[in-house]
């Protein structure tokens, strides 16, 4: 992996730490030494948020075709908000959203188990 890409990983790591930490009302860092020494690379226990940034995903167009349902879904009514169930042949399921719909339906949770960084 180049400088460039371990600075770019880390600056999405930081970014998505404010972000988190913002929406769970905690001080939330990125984990040092976690690619040398494994784990994730935000933690907030009991969640550890494996933080990906690149210059493509393409699973967003899955969101995007969820998002679109949902605005057609509500008839401009009732806020809906989209979110893709996946799985692969053979694996457990996964449900991907966007990270507002994400801190508004766990965070309440996630500020009771989180302790509070000092």
């Not at 933690?43 to 995903?57: A, G, L, N, T």
């Not at 989209?82 to 994400?102: K, N, Y």
Request: charged fraction near 30%; aromatic fraction near 6%.
């Amino acid at each position: 992996m180049s400088a460039s890409q371990r600075r770019k990983g880390a600056a999405g790591e930081r970014e998505f730490a404010v972000l988190a930490g913002e929406r769970m009302e905690r001080s939330l860092t990125r984990q040092l030494g976690q690619a040398r020494d494994g784990g994730g690379d935000v933690v907030c226990s009991p969640i550890v948020f494996e933080v990906k940034r690149r210059k493509k995903i393409a699973v967003l167009r899955w969101m995007e075709q969820a998002r679109r349902s949902a605005h057609d879904y509500s008839h401009n009514r009732v806020s809906h908000a989209g979110a893709v169930a996946m799985r692969e042949d053979g694996g457990g399921w996964f449900v991907l959203c966007s990270a507002e719909l994400f801190f508004n339906l766990a965070g309440p949770e996630m500020r009771r188990l989180c302790p509070v960084n000092e």
